[in-house]
């Protein structure tokens, strides 16, 4: 197996005193793409910004753990080095287009920024590259839509101009925080077929951040399961489909309307996911846990180092 592009060992992330993400652990190999799922609140967001370290510091820090990006500890990193990485070897799509977008600059200036600064390139051939990058994600006539402004684009055109922003270097490592948020179907599906072709194409490790678990089963190849800033299930697609080990993801699972027969009413998963600073000595899911045991209050389930692990007492069946 090729080596890890990137590597994240027992990171835990803090505000103050109080956990936000605890012991995450996961590494993607080169062409990968892993996904990180889970209810809002989990902590994909923050363990992404973790990753590209652009938490919000103070008060947010890096409270242990490494993430190790081509074998160097990013969390170790000071700013000048870091600003090396980030938008060259490492690009990042953002969840909001229409506010991760700068909207007094045209979308052909915030694509060539990035070329200018990672890699010298002048004015002509910057907007030259921005142009080519246009049409790469898709977006017609590509030349004339270089002067547009972001408010002059639909969502789906935004979104694919995010993409062409964090491609631009070709970077070793694309994070992707719920790339098609706010997205109709039609374009969610043309966006995700997009990072899919592009990832294989040139041979990315990808980080797709999602709640949606039928995005998970069509472009990840391994999936990892965030539960109340832990990590706790961790498999290939097809296993953890086929196979799921913890209580909570097997409700996830359940509330896919393919798993359900037509026509029926969806079931939810009770309660919601507590909160950093109220989450227990045990298994942080026992609160909604259908099926608890007396241990799963108690003592903390370990994920485990198995190809598919699962943090839980009491396995679904």
Not at 212 to 235: N, T, W
């Amino acid at each position: 197996m090729s080596a890890p592009v990137l590597a994240v060992e027992g990171l835990s992330i803090a505000a103050g005193d109080t956990l936000l993400a605890e012991d995450v652990s996961f590494a993607i190999a080169p062409g990968e793409m892993m996904g990180l799922v889970g209810e809002s609140g989990c902590g994909k967001t923050i363990t992404a910004l973790a990753v590209m370290r652009l938490l919000p510091t103070p008060p947010v820090r890096i409270a242990a753990g490494r993430i190790l990006f081509d074998g160097t500890d990013l969390a170790a990193l000071d700013g000048e080095a870091l600003r090396r990485v980030r938008g060259d070897r490492i690009g990042m799509i953002f969840q909001e287009p229409m506010t991760s977008l700068n909207p007094v600059f045209t979308i052909g200036d915030q694509i060539a920024e990035v070329l200018t600064i990672h890699r010298a390139l002048g004015r002509a051939a910057a907007r030259g590259r921005a142009a080519e990058l246009l049409d790469l994600v898709g977006i017609p006539a590509a030349i004339r839509q270089l002067d547009r402004y972001p408010h002059q684009l639909s969502g789906g055109q935004r979104q694919r101009v995010m993409i062409a922003i964090a491609l631009a270097c070709e970077p070793r490592l694309l994070v992707a925080d719920e790339p098609t948020t706010a997205l109709d179907v039609t374009v969610q599906a043309q966006i995700l077929a997009l990072i899919d072709r592009l990832r294989r194409d040139l041979g990315m490790a990808c980080l797709l951040i999602t709640h949606d678990l039928g995005v998970v089963s069509e472009v990840c190849d391994r999936v990892a399961v965030m539960y109340a800033g832990r990590i706790v299930e961790q498999a290939v697609v097809a296993d953890l489909f086929r196979h799921p080990r913890h209580r909570y993801t097997r409700a996830l699972l359940d509330t896919i309307p393919a798993s359900n027969p037509p026509g029926a009413r969806l079931p939810a998963i009770a309660g919601t996911v507590p909160p950093p600073g109220q989450r227990g000595v045990g298994c942080n899911f026992v609160a909604r846990c259908a099926a608890p045991v007396g241990r799963c209050r108690s003592d903390r389930p370990l994920l485990g180092a198995s190809d598919h692990r699962a943090a839980c007492w009491n396995p679904a069946p």
